[in-house]
């Protein structure tokens, strides 16, 4: 398959542990922010987003923290399963009608059964 | 969601030679996106694809390397031309229904040699 995690930062975690990807964002002017998922061969799935004006935001087993004060974002997984291996990206936007999203490195999560 | 695909899902070429990547998007997507994913990596942007018109391209990419055209909305290509093994790459194609939300293609997985 396709390298694409042999240079990221890497997490590994047990299988039913929470898991807390980590992503510091350039632009203190960024209003956009979006958590990506990309399995070896496949191309970024979307998992979650969340906007400047909030700091949590909550879906299935998931949850985006944002600190604007340290332009800090992570993404937490909760009961981490084998399927949520893959590589993370965090992605910030300006906002509004413009849709130009940039990519932060990524991290490679390795859950061990 | 919107439905973005994309072929060829890989090639290898030979050096000088160039590579068309089609992608066909369902009627949702507005606004249609080329990215690179080099090895190891993050997703840069290569350029946003406009209907009927040249394309918009970012920094440090040319319309003479990656000439793109989007004759209709729900149809894009990517030319990489005169291809070198620094070419090698993950290609893929966005796009984004209305919202700062993009949704991705599988990729092209791209191996000059």
């Known amino acids: 398959g396709e390298s694409v995690g042999l240079h990221l930062p890497t997490l590994s975690v047990q299988e039913g542990d929470n898991s807390i990807i980590n992503c510091a964002y350039s632009?203190?002017?960024?209003?956009?922010f979006i958590w990506y998922k990309q399995e070896s061969g496949k191309g970024p799935q979307f998992i979650i987003d969340i906007r400047s004006n909030m700091d949590k935001r909550q879906g299935q087993r998931v949850t985006v923290l944002l600190n604007k004060t340290v332009k800090h974002l992570s993404l937490q997984i909760a009961a981490t399963q084998p399927g949520d291996s893959a590589v993370y990206f965090c992605?910030?936007?300006?906002?509004?009608?413009?849709?130009?999203?940039?990519f932060g490195k990524g991290t490679l999560l390795t859950v061990n059964p | 969601s919107a439905v973005i695909s994309q072929k060829p899902s890989r090639d290898i070429c030979q050096r000088g030679t160039s590579l068309t990547i089609q992608c066909q998007v369902d009627?949702?997507?507005?606004?249609m996106f080329w990215y690179r994913q080099q090895p190891g990596q993050s997703l840069t942007l290569i350029a946003t694809a406009n209907q009927g018109s040249e394309a918009t391209y970012e920094s440090g990419f040319v319309i003479d390397k990656f000439p793109i055209s989007r004759p209709n909305l729900t149809f894009s290509t990517l030319t990489v031309s005169n291809m070198s093994p620094e070419d090698s790459s993950i290609y893929l194609c966005?796009?984004?229904?209305?919202?700062?939300?993009?949704?991705f293609g599988s990729g092209t997985q791209l191996s000059v040699l």
């Open positions: 992605a910030e936007g300006p906002g509004g009608s413009n849709y130009k999203l940039t």
């Open positions: 632009n203190s002017a960024s209003d956009y």
């Open positions: 966005s796009g984004t229904t209305g919202t700062e939300k993009l949704f």
């Open positions: 009627s949702q997507v507005t606004m």
